[in-house]
């Protein structure tokens, strides 16, 4: 089993930055490709960004590219999201998630990942 953990979400204003943290333990060596999503209020969970295992190979969400940017230290089991230049509609729950299989290197759909952490609540005030 691997447990994930996510952290750094709080209250920022409109083109603030902010990091958010995704712990993983357990059965980290079975912990591949990575991602994050998010939810909003009466939406459906999106995606937002994702990351091999390696690190080498991301891939973003157009709503986010060129301001969020994901990456992770494999020594301290650890994926963060780097998010600059925040706008109110980024406010939602944001989740972290891991597959346990390595292919295919990057994967965009919720139902494909095997973990997911608990969420941590991002705010963009105006």
């Known amino acids: 089993q691997v447990q994930v953990v996510e952290s750094g979400g709080g209250l920022v204003q409109a083109g603030g930055s902010l990091r958010l943290s995704c712990a993983a333990s357990?059965?980290?060596?079975?912990?591949?490709?990575m991602a994050w999503f998010r939810q909003a209020p009466g939406k459906e969970r999106e995606f937002v960004a994702t990351?091999?295992?390696?690190?080498?190979?991301?891939l973003y969400a157009d709503s986010v590219k060129d301001r969020f940017t994901i990456s992770r230290d494999n020594a301290k089991n650890t994926v963060y999201l780097q998010m600059n230049s925040l706008k109110p509609e980024d406010s939602a729950v944001y989740y972290c998630?891991?597959?346990?299989?390595?292919?295919?290197?990057?994967?965009?759909?919720?139902?494909?990942?095997?973990?997911w952490g608990q969420g941590t609540q991002v705010t963009v005030s105006s």
């Open positions: 357990g059965r980290t060596g079975s912990t591949y490709t």
């Open positions: 998630a891991a597959r346990s299989v390595a292919r295919p290197l990057v994967v965009t759909t919720t139902a494909e990942y095997d973990y």
């Open positions: 990351i091999s295992r390696s690190g080498l190979t991301t």
